[in-house]
């Protein structure tokens, strides 16, 4: 485990997210082994617009609009990074944070299926998914950062 916090950024972005969420977000901070940031927690429907536009993002109904989504992104030397070899490492202990919660959340690793359930290494459940979506005939959106509470349980 690491010794990271949050800093005044992340905190005020974590202003508006559901406490469940928060709650997720400072123990995996506590659990990891990368340091990472919140770098989106609220969204404005303006921001969303902009961000489908520029093709980062792929819908506006945003669980990011409602206060129910957080981007965790890695500091790689000093600097934020969207590399997935931290993602994967963030993506850990923000599973192993998510369960001993008992908080069901959804991945952008994985857009398919139950995150905080698998069993499998973030490594491999993105490789799957790429595989489902390519049996499919679609290509695989993936948002390694993205964090989201499930629909079912938090509509």
Avoid: C
Wanted: no cysteine; net charge neutral.
């Amino acid at each position: 485990m690491g010794n990271f916090s949050l800093g005044r950024k992340s905190l005020a972005e974590l202003d508006g997210v559901h406490a469940d969420l928060v709650a997720v977000v400072k123990r995996a901070i506590a659990l990891t082994v990368q340091d990472f940031a919140v770098h989106d927690g609220i969204r404005t429907v303006e921001e969303q617009k902009r961000l489908v536009a520029a093709g980062a993002s792929r819908t506006l109904d945003s669980r990011h609009i409602t206060g129910h989504a957080v981007d965790l992104v890695p500091y790689v030397n000093g600097k934020l990074r969207w590399e997935w070899e931290p993602i994967y490492r963030i993506a850990d202990a923000v599973r192993i944070a998510a369960r001993e919660l008992g908080i069901s959340l959804r991945w952008g690793g994985a857009w398919d299926i139950d995150f905080t359930a698998s069993q499998d290494s973030p490594e491999d459940i993105v490789a799957d998914y790429g595989a489902r979506r390519r049996a499919e005939g679609k290509k695989a959106f993936l948002d390694g950062p993205h964090y989201e509470l499930s629909k079912a349980k938090y509509p």
